[in-house]
């Protein structure tokens, strides 16, 4: 019996090392699959604070989410062509923190809806906090250093986004 009992411990001692162990300090993230319509609100835009509405527009994109020990990771593929601005990345990846998925990558920003003055390096931060609605809301900057865009120099660019559930594409 003795023997028996010292087996079972010396097993549940091995299986409590080398069981996962969720920590209590993350809250789950709110998974994101499947296509969304983002909607850029250029209509919003700012400069330093000062308004420089541009045209807004809708780009459609592939999200999927993934999860393992280390936290979750969720990525944006962006299945619209920005015609103004081809060097744009077509993946952004995001990660779970304080209730919102953020993400942050160099960016060749566009100075205009035509790309007439074509684009300039920058930063860009997002972050897309999610909606009882399975939609998503957020914002994204633009931190513009240097030269900046012609006739507005080095600074930050600021506008709405959101993300909303849609029907996969017709392929």
């Avoid at 103004?84 to 304080?98: E, F, H, K, L």
């Avoid at 999610?130 to 994204?140: A, K």
């Amino acid at each position: 019996m003795r023997k028996s009992l010292a087996v079972a411990f010396v097993a549940a001692c091995a299986a409590v090392n080398l069981s996962p162990v969720a920590h209590a300090d993350r809250a789950e993230p709110v998974p994101v699959y499947g296509y969304y319509n983002a909607y850029i609100d250029r209509t919003k835009l700012t400069f330093n604070g000062t308004p420089t509405p541009m045209d807004p527009s809708d780009m459609l994109g592939l999200f999927t989410t993934n999860c393992d020990v280390k936290g979750c990771v969720m990525t944006w593929l962006r299945e619209t062509a920005i015609v103004q601005n081809p060097t744009a990345t077509d993946v952004y990846t995001y990660t779970w923190n304080n209730g919102r998925w953020e993400s942050s990558s160099d960016y060749p920003y566009f100075c205009d809806t035509a790309g007439a003055n074509g684009t300039v390096p920058s930063r860009r931060s997002d972050f897309l906090v999610p909606n009882p609605d399975g939609s998503f809301w957020g914002e994204r900057t633009f931190t513009v250093e240097g030269a900046g865009c012609p006739g507005a120099g080095p600074g930050v660019y600021w506008l709405p986004i959101s993300l909303h559930p849609i029907d996969p594409p017709p392929r």
